[in-house]
């Protein structure tokens, strides 16, 4: 082949190789993120000024609108040395939370919090990767038609002090958590704060898939570690 004809090939094969090396770097190397862990919302001066000992109200308290549930897993693109944080997150959360006192203890007595499953929605960014395929291959692996829920029964527990004035407080609470149609006894981490009739509670729960009978999701070019980090955002209002 003349000269002048096998250069330019060579310089459009250069390019080629340079252009797709450099399409993955882009694609999965530093241009991912991911959201925060969900957590309480910075209270605001006036409830923080109206808090008092009869804050922590007790009674029935139900899970209202804006609360949120979903999950967090790490994942890793073939080629790359660092994993990906995949976060889905879903507003279809009901339950209830029943809090009780006897003299100066306060306890959260029972709580019931149900998530639909089929509404989890991937929240990260990886450039140039529609990171909502994702959902609909973690759909398949939860077996949502016939799965359609996660639904963690929590156990009595008492409630540290200053939840009785509006402090964000922590709390362990363990409990029972039901995905896939298996029950695991499991551990609550939370933060609850008490303001009037309305209260909130953030916090996870961490555990495995494969506890649950789940396969870690394949896709493809993507490993899926099975360690998965359960996140809740709740808001409740009392005798609602």
Aim: proline share 5%; hydrophobic share 40%; glycine share 10%.
């Amino acid at each position: 082949m003349p000269r002048k004809f096998w250069i330019p090939i060579v310089a459009v094969a250069a390019l080629a190789v340079l252009g797709g090396g450099g399409a993955y770097l882009y694609y999965f190397s530093g241009l991912r993120t991911a959201p925060p862990t969900l957590a309480l919302a910075s209270p605001s001066a006036s409830a923080a000024a109206t808090s008092t000992p009869s804050t922590a109200g007790t009674g029935a308290w139900t899970i209202t609108t804006g609360s949120l549930a979903g999950y967090r897993v790490k994942e890793q693109f073939v080629g790359q040395s660092s994993t990906h944080e995949a976060v889905a997150r879903t507003s279809g959360v009901t339950g209830q939370v029943s809090i009780t006192k006897s003299g100066t203890t306060y306890q959260l007595t029972s709580a019931t919090v149900t998530v639909q499953l089929g509404n989890l929605a991937s929240v990260d960014q990886v450039a140039g990767y529609n990171v909502t395929n994702r959902d609909r291959i973690v759909q398949g692996s939860l077996g949502v038609n016939s799965f359609p829920t996660a639904v963690f029964v929590a156990q009595p527990v008492a409630l540290p002090a200053g939840v009785e004035t509006g402090q964000a407080v922590n709390v362990t609470v363990p409990g029972q958590l039901t995905i896939h149609g298996v029950t695991k006894d499991v551990t609550a981490s939370l933060q609850l704060r008490v303001t009037g009739a309305t209260a909130e509670i953030a916090g996870t729960i961490a555990t495995n898939m494969t506890d649950f009978g789940i396969s870690p999701p394949s896709i493809g070019f993507t490993n899926v570690q099975p360690a998965v980090t359960i996140e809740v955002s709740l808001n409740l209002a009392q005798g609602a």
